[in-house]
């Protein structure tokens, strides 16, 4: 998901994203939806805001 959320924010479309990833687009569109469910934003608009304005989102990464 968040190699998919990382090339969204670049700008990619579902497409882009789905070949640079040896994904299926319908595969991109289930973890955006689970992306979009996980940063609490309605669309992929708001998602875009959101990037644009706090930069990159990565995964918290537990210590152990």
């Not at 789905?18 to 708001?46: F, G, I, N, P």
């Not at 998602?47 to 152990?64: D, F, T, V, Y």
Request: aromatic fraction near 4%; glycine fraction near 6%; proline fraction near 3%.
């Amino acid at each position: 998901e968040w190699d998919v959320l990382e090339l969204f924010g670049d700008g990619l479309s579902t497409a882009e994203i789905a070949r640079r990833l040896d994904l299926s687009q319908v595969t991109v569109r289930r973890h955006m939806s689970a992306l979009l469910h996980k940063l609490e934003v309605s669309s992929r608009e708001e998602a875009r805001r959101l990037i644009a304005q706090h930069g990159p989102i990565h995964p918290r990464r537990s210590s152990g």
